[in-house]
């Protein structure tokens, strides 16, 4: 009996010191990270997400990361609500560029070229400076420990929840990239006047499918846009001089007011007039009545994919289903070709390498 317990003891504590180990090394890995990783439709396998990255990872090197994210973000955010909308973007054009590795921070170098001045993020990005305060705040609590590709993934949530929006539980442990892409940049991140098609193609590429396509362009009941990303829709759309024919007359004269024929190409809009700081499914009650911005949120309805439309209106009618499958995208979107283990670095300054 006295063995019998022993052996049981013993064994418990080989568990459990391999697991303090893990958690609190953020070199640790499994052996199994670092590739594309899923099926095909940006699933992995035991539907626990990410086989590198778990919620727990900084449970023992750095248990207080989340809190201190969050204290930068409520005070930033109650200064400015826009900036819970540029955070969570952030991340999105970090995961959309060759995979969850804080590469959308790093500034311009003798070895790279940023990706900051791609067309889509040129002039349009923000939330930098947040995500230095973060940075140098974590620096001071826990040296080199959280990388700047999770502080873009607890930000993306954090602002979320402070905006309205679920929560949902975030796996960690992805590390730094060493090099930025210009190229794919451009290449991947999904122009605003997109067709249905094309979206679809583009998050296909990310191993998500249509329903993370209408639950993560949800994003877009936050924030605002410049007149430069859908003035076409007003004035000409086809090239025939005409505006865009699913757009609602006075929502187009409303946001004409804003963004003349010529010139006020930096003034903005937001995305969901109806409540542009509050995280709720308004944005899609919007595109009900032709009232979605950018043509790439309108042709979620208009653009005669059966499955999308669908989805458009079953989360304009609950906004709980919305909730609900955006916090699931959003889990999976952050899983998106994570470096892990050895791979990467974790930067000491999100701006450049080390
Ligand atoms: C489906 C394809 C998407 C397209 C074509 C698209 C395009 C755009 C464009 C053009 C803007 C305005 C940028 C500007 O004028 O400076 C914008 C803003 C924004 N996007 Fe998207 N987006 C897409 C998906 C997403 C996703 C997946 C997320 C996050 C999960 C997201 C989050 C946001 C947010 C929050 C803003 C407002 C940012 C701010 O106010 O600073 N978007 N998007």
């Not at 080989?14 to 990270?33: D, E, H, N």
């Not at 997400?49 to 969050?70: H, K, R, T, W």
């Not at 090099?179 to 990310?206: D, E, V, Y």
Request: glycine share 10%; aromatic share 10%; hydrophobic share 40%.
């Amino acid at each position: 009996m006295a063995s019998l317990l022993y052996t049981t003891f013993t064994v418990l504590m080989a568990i459990l010191s391999s697991s303090i180990v893990c958690f609190a090394f953020p070199g640790f890995s499994f052996g199994w990270g670092g590739g594309a990783g899923g099926d095909g439709d940006g699933s992995f396998g035991n539907g626990q997400g990410y086989p590198g990255l778990f919620p727990e990872f900084y449970s023992f090197s750095c248990p207080q990361a989340n809190d201190i994210v969050m204290s930068v973000l409520e005070r930033v955010i109650a200064k400015e609500p826009r900036m819970a909308a540029s955070l969570l973007r952030l991340h999105f054009h970090d995961c959309f560029v060759q995979g969850c590795d804080a590469s959308v921070l790093l500034d311009d170098n003798v070895m790279f070229a940023s990706e900051k001045n791609s067309g889509p993020n040129s002039n349009s990005i923000r939330g930098f400076e947040v995500i230095d305060e973060i940075k140098s705040k974590l620096e001071e609590a826990c040296p080199q420990t959280v990388s700047c590709a999770d502080i873009l993934a607890l930000a993306a949530r954090g602002s979320t929840v402070l905006s309205g929006g679920p929560n949902w539980e975030l796996p960690l442990g992805r590390r730094d990239a060493t090099q930025a892409s210009l190229s794919a940049s451009n290449k991947n991140l999904p122009p605003p006047n997109s067709t249905i098609q094309n979206l679809i193609k583009l998050f296909r590429r990310q191993g998500l499918n249509e329903v993370d396509l209408v639950s993560l362009s949800g994003a877009h009941t936050i924030g605002m846009a410049r007149c430069s990303a859908f003035k076409q829709r007003l004035y000409n759309q086809d090239g025939n001089d005409q505006p865009d024919s699913t757009l609602e007359i006075t929502y187009s004269n409303g946001l004409k007011t804003v963004c003349p024929k010529t010139g006020g190409d930096n003034n903005i809009s937001p995305l969901d007039f109806a409540s542009p700081s509050t995280f709720d499914n308004t944005y899609f009650k919007l595109i009900m009545f032709g009232k979605g911005l950018l043509t790439s949120d309108q042709v979620l309805l208009a653009g005669n994919v059966e499955e999308t439309m669908l989805l458009v209106k079953a989360y304009a009618e609950d906004y709980a289903l919305f909730f609900d499958q955006f916090a699931r995208s959003m889990v999976k979107m952050g899983n998106i070709n994570p470096l892990t283990g050895y791979q990467g670095e974790v930067r000491k300054n999100c701006r450049m390498p080390n």
